[in-house]
């Protein structure tokens, strides 16, 4: 499927990333960061127009992600009685709702590029939570922003080895991944001790 995907850039390289990236954004397993790289590659040799490649992969993620959140505001019990079908989707979903509670529009934002595989479910999670859609809007776009950009950008840098640009890619993530982790860590310990030097005093 993949290779196909990418044999067809050329051809349906616009509507292709939109199509790609607004699936993928409702949980549907398509390759859409490969095939972002592959687009950035196509962009190196003059095959794809670099505007509109950002344009469609950007227009057809943030689609995605409205759609998202409306089929998790008007669709709450329909949505949880799918999810729970299967484990793996249970599973998720649990994952993204307890990540929403805790970070709030910081989470949506970070699900965007950096915890990507919770993203269409964040989607989902904050509709059903009743997140505003504002502010929903905002950290979404500007999450995808960084995702389309990263991913065009390092498809167009590593034109000739797009192997390497997708380790390069996942060592990025998992860099910034394990940074977040440490911060997230060191903002829990630090409101931990608030907490307890609170109540100390109180007594």
């Not at 498809?155 to 997230?184: I, Q, R």
Request: aromatic share 12%.
């Amino acid at each position: 499927m993949t290779e196909t995907l990418i044999s067809a850039l050329a051809n349906y390289g616009i509507a292709l990333l939109f199509l790609t990236t607004f699936f993928s954004c409702l949980a549907v397993p398509v390759p859409s960061s490969l095939l972002m790289l592959a687009a950035g590659a196509f962009i190196a040799t003059g095959d794809l127009d670099a505007y509109s490649s950002l344009l469609a992969a950007l227009s057809g993620a943030l689609c995605g992600d409205q759609i998202g959140y409306q089929i998790g505001a008007k669709g709450r019990e329909p949505l949880a009685r799918f999810m729970g079908k299967t484990q793996a989707r249970a599973r998720m979903m649990a994952r993204s709702e307890a990540y929403l509670i805790q970070w709030g529009g910081l989470g949506v934002f970070l699900s965007r590029w950096l915890f990507s595989p919770l993203g269409p479910y964040i989607n989902f999670a904050s509709g059903a939570a009743g997140l505003p859609l504002w502010r929903f809007t905002l950290f979404a776009a500007l999450g995808e922003c960084i995702w389309v950009t990263l991913y065009l950008g390092l498809g167009y840098g590593f034109a000739d080895n797009l192997a390497m640009a997708s380790e390069l890619a996942g060592d990025m993530l998992g860099l910034l991944a394990g940074l977040s982790m440490v911060f997230g860590f060191g903002v829990w310990l630090l409101r931990h001790n608030r907490k307890k030097n609170a109540t100390a005093q109180l007594n």
